[in-house]
């Protein structure tokens, strides 16, 4: 185990086990070979082929086609094909995010593999010249990675809120942060990554942000998506994130980025060239 194969596990899929899904012959995402099939049963909707899949509904706008498109995952939920919706919206673009073709629920967006987004925070105490890092348990009824260590705050970028606005409201609800500490978060990259998940494809972008807070800050979870809170020194994250599979995969990547741009990992690491150009994985 180490930093190297948290990323290969972020970018493990096979290119041959997808077709592109389009829409006036722009790409849109990636559908599954085996995926494709079920959505055959909605002609008015999709023309399947053995190397395409075609949005063909003639609806007027991106409402509509999110509307169609919701009702035809419904059913294929009801039927026991998929998971539950969430309620929470994605937009699926070609270029320009802030002009979707359509939106698809956060559940139902890695079947159509389209490029998601969202938003870690590292929050950390700084003490002397020694950092701790604060460190979430994820709840046990978590849908993904029950029990894996987290990021403090995580979680993704829906439709209709700005990265400045989502950011507020998911350091609120995880860690119980006030606005004003909120907002002094600094964005500091991004990282990106490809794998096959949850039968389809999630060609990921994570903001990154770094946040140094108060010696007295406790977070407080409000949502229930964490079951405990560890303010750990770097060195014992670091350690965790190299030696086991503790965190939630994805958040690998976040600390890892955060190790290096704070110098704890240098390029007398094994693999450093290998690990920065992983960190920014190519998406399709």
Same mark, same amino acid.
């Given at each position: 185990m180490g930093f190297l194969d948290h990323i290969r596990a972020c970018n493990r899929w096979d290119p041959t086990r997808f077709i592109p899904w389009q829409i006036d012959g722009d790409r849109l995402g990636l559908v599954r070979c085996d995926f494709a099939p079920h959505l055959r049963a909605w002609p008015g909707v999709f023309r399947v082929e053995p190397e395409t899949l075609t949005w063909v509904h003639p609806a007027a706008g991106p409402e509509e086609r999110s509307a169609v498109l919701h009702d035809l995952l419904g059913e294929l939920h009801a039927q026991g094909l998929i998971a539950r919706w969430q309620g929470e919206r994605y937009p699926v673009f070609?270029?320009?995010?802030?002009?979707?073709?359509?939106l698809i629920d956060r559940a139902w967006a890695p079947l159509f593999g389209v490029r998601a987004f969202g938003q870690h925070l590292n929050g950390y105490v700084r003490e002397g010249a020694a950092l701790r890092l604060w460190i979430a348990r994820r709840a046990a009824d978590r849908r993904h990675y029950p029990g894996r260590l987290d990021n403090l705050v995580g979680g993704g970028?829906?439709?209709?809120?700005?990265?400045?606005?989502?950011?507020?409201?998911?350091? =609120? #609800?995880?860690?119980?942060? @006030? /606005? !004003?500490?909120?907002?002094?978060?600094?964005?500091?990259?991004? $990282?990106?990554?490809?794998?096959?998940?949850?039968?389809?494809?999630?060609?990921?972008?994570?903001?990154?942000?770094?946040?140094?807070?108060?010696?007295?800050?406790?977070?407080?979870?409000?949502?229930?998506?964490?079951?405990?809170?560890?303010?750990?020194?770097? =060195? #014992?994250?670091?350690?965790? @994130? /190299? !030696?086991?599979?503790?965190?939630?995969?994805?958040?690998?990547? $976040?600390?890892?980025?955060?190790?290096?741009?704070?110098?704890?990992?240098?390029p007398e690491t094994p693999d450093y060239l290998e690990i920065l150009h992983g960190l920014r994985g190519p998406l399709p």
């Open positions: 070609t270029t320009d995010r802030s002009r979707p073709r359509l970028l829906p439709w209709g809120l700005s990265l400045a606005e989502n950011l507020r409201k998911e350091c =609120e #609800e995880e860690a119980g942060m @006030v /606005r !004003d500490l909120a907002d002094r978060a600094t964005p500091v990259g991004a $990282v990106s990554y490809c794998r096959e998940a949850d039968g389809g494809l999630k060609p990921d972008v994570m903001y990154c942000y770094d946040l140094e807070l108060p010696a007295d800050f406790t977070p407080v979870g409000t949502d229930g998506e964490v079951e405990a809170f560890y303010l750990m020194p770097v =060195e #014992e994250v670091l350690a965790i @994130v /190299r !030696d086991t599979e503790e965190f939630k995969l994805n958040c690998n990547l $976040v600390i890892t980025d955060f190790l290096i741009r704070h110098g704890y990992l240098t």
